[in-house]
């Protein structure tokens, strides 16, 4: 998967404070960027639920401080542009960033604690059924596609795609309660463990909590947050 990015900002620039509509441009891509990073940290760690393996883990374990490294000088920078004379609606998209910051920062902490779920399942020899398995693969790539349209709606600032991506967090969340209903079946029907299916409800709270992020960040791009 390659090396360590950076933990550094790639875009933020302190030369572009005294044009502060440029600066905020900058904000964003790096906020989309911090973004991009934590939604591969989810998609790997699930991969690793999924078939085992410590390459992943190590990935998302590293990967990681790099989400929190930019969230801090993401809000330091932020910080440097409130001192500036903002018009309503870069003042708008500046609250805006500072609460996407936030959320993002979640989603890295919620992949960090899936990848330590996976560690968890291989050390204790926890494994799902078959549908089970399947899915969860399902409900991950919902999750998957509400971030992805939620960072596109963000490094936009459209309104329409954020209303998409809010539909999308819809559909996790009615998708998350079927796989509930599904599993309690399933324990009924002694086709799964008490012990896994704890873990598969745990994991699918781990799903849900990404997607309620996504949509905080959407809504507050619609403007109904």
Same mark, same amino acid.
Do not use: W
């Given at each position: 998967?390659?090396?360590?990015?950076?933990?550094? &900002?790639?875009? @933020? !620039?302190?030369?572009? @404070?005294?044009? &502060?509509?440029?600066?905020?441009?900058?904000?964003?891509?790096?906020?989309?960027?911090?973004? $991009?990073?934590?939604? $591969? /940290?989810?998609?790997?760690?699930?991969?690793?639920?999924?078939?085992?393996?410590?390459?992943?883990?190590?990935?998302?374990?590293?990967?990681? &401080? %790099? %989400?929190?490294?930019?969230?801090?000088?993401?809000?330091?920078?932020?910080?440097?542009? =409130?001192?500036? /004379?903002?018009?309503? #609606?870069?003042?708008? *998209?500046?609250?805006?960033?500072?609460?996407?910051?936030?959320?993002?920062?979640? %989603?890295?902490?919620?992949?960090?604690?899936?990848?330590?779920?996976?560690?968890?399942?291989? #050390?204790?020899?926890?494994?799902?059924?078959? $549908?089970?398995?399947?899915?969860?693969?399902?409900?991950?790539?919902?999750? @998957?596609?509400?971030? !992805?349209?939620?960072? /596109?709606?963000?490094?936009? !600032? !459209?309104?329409e795609l954020a209303h998409t991506a809010v539909d999308k967090c819809r559909l996790v969340k009615a998708g998350q309660k079927q796989m509930r209903k599904n599993h309690i079946i399933r324990l009924n029907e002694k086709q799964c463990t008490p012990q896994a299916g704890f873990t598969l409800l745990e994991l699918l709270l781990n @799903?849900? *909590?990404? =997607?309620?992020? =996504?949509? /905080?960040?959407? $809504?507050?791009?619609?403007?109904?947050?």
């Open positions: 998967r390659g090396e360590i990015i950076s933990q550094k &900002p790639v875009y @933020l !620039d302190d030369n572009m @404070l005294a044009t &502060p509509s440029l600066a905020l441009a900058l904000a964003v891509k790096e906020v989309v960027r911090m973004g $991009q990073t934590a939604r $591969q /940290n989810v998609a790997t760690a699930m991969e690793a639920i999924d078939t085992y393996d410590e390459a992943k883990l190590k990935y998302v374990f590293e990967h990681e &401080p %790099v %989400v929190d490294s930019l969230e801090e000088a993401i809000t330091v920078y932020l910080t440097k542009i =409130s001192e500036t /004379n903002l018009s309503d #609606e870069l003042s708008r *998209r500046h609250t805006g960033l500072l609460h996407a910051c936030y959320d993002i920062e979640r %989603v890295g902490d919620h992949a960090e604690t899936l990848a330590k779920r996976a560690r968890t399942m291989h #050390e204790d020899g926890i494994s799902f059924s078959p $549908q089970a398995k399947e899915e969860l693969k399902v409900l991950c790539q919902k999750v @998957l596609d509400a971030v !992805d349209t939620t960072l /596109n709606a963000l490094m936009m !600032d !459209d309104k @799903l849900k *909590r990404i =997607s309620d992020h =996504s949509k /905080n960040i959407a $809504q507050l791009i619609e403007g109904t947050f």
